[in-house]
């Protein structure tokens, strides 16, 4: 029987064929360039693909290293920038702390000149405690009857009068602020020498029984005169406004206190007399 050879084995015998004609073709080319001193072309192809493939990797091989580096600076930033965070906050609190001892230093020596003035003995006290919703207008101080603090001693600050002490006790006194409605300080105007009697209005003082014929002007500074309880000269604050009334024996004028009631942190205790 005859062997009929199929479509597929001519197919194969004609590739393997082809491959020796290749082959051969190259080893000529090869063969060629050597003795022509020449790169054969084989040796100029393979460069020529796999100098860009190797260019592509070493690129992306580079800028995964450097997102890596980048990462690592990135965390070792973050770590110093959190530290010099919280400097910066340290610097400021201390700062502010500088700040606040400054400030206390400065009304200290200003409470420390007006005892001068005073030609009398003086208690510094701290403020310890202040109920702006209480029924009365008073504050607490951390000085008492062991300290020299007597009932109706004179409280003032830097700027003026504050009130006087109603209670001592031990280590502490409260004080019934000018404010208060049952507050009554005899005091006059600077400018005129005009008198009148200051009483609390709760947020504020009202000066009372000035005479009709006394020309009042906002802005004025009003003092407390010598009484009882209070010393002259004392700033108590700065008339406001005028309430005129017809046919009213006397004039009555709204004061704003020298004294910041709501900042208050540190007094005078005046020595009684």
């Not at 202040?130 to 207008?137: D, F, G, I, L």
Request: proline content about 4%; charged content about 25%.
């Amino acid at each position: 029987m005859v062997a009929i050879a199929s479509f597929w084995d001519e197919r194969k015998l004609l590739v393997f064929v082809t491959l020796i004609i290749l082959a051969c073709a190259a080893m000529l080319l090869e063969l060629a360039a050597v003795r022509r001193g020449e790169r054969s072309p084989f040796d100029q192809f393979v460069p020529a693909i796999v100098t860009p493939v190797q260019r592509a990797v070493s690129l992306t091989f580079n800028a995964v290293i450097g997102e890596i580096q980048t990462l690592a600076q990135a965390g070792t930033l973050g770590r110093e920038n959190a530290a010099l965070r919280q400097k910066v906050q340290r610097l400021a609190s201390a700062n502010e702390r500088l700040k606040d001892q400054a400030r206390e230093n400065v009304e200290l020596q200003r409470l420390l000149r007006l005892a001068q003035t005073k030609s009398t003995l003086a208690t510094a006290a701290d403020v310890v405690g202040y109920t702006p919703e209480a029924a009365r207008r008073e504050i607490a101080i951390d000085r008492g009857w062991r300290d020299g603090v007597r009932r109706d001693a004179v409280v003032i600050d830097d700027r003026g009068l504050v009130g006087h002490v109603i209670d001592a006790g031990g280590h502490d006194a409260h004080v019934l602020l000018i404010t208060d409605p049952t507050s009554s300080v005899p005091a006059y105007l600077r400018s005129t020498k005009s008198w009148g009697i200051v009483t609390g209005t709760w947020r504020r003082v009202r000066m009372k029984y000035i005479g009709q014929d006394v020309k009042i002007r906002p802005g004025e500074t009003v003092v407390t005169g010598r009484g009882e309880i209070y010393p002259g000269g004392v700033p108590i604050g700065t008339i406001r406004e005028v309430d005129r009334k017809d046919n009213a024996l006397y004039q009555t004028a709204v004061i704003d206190p020298a004294v910041d009631f709501n900042s208050l942190r540190r007094v005078l205790v005046l020595e009684t007399r």
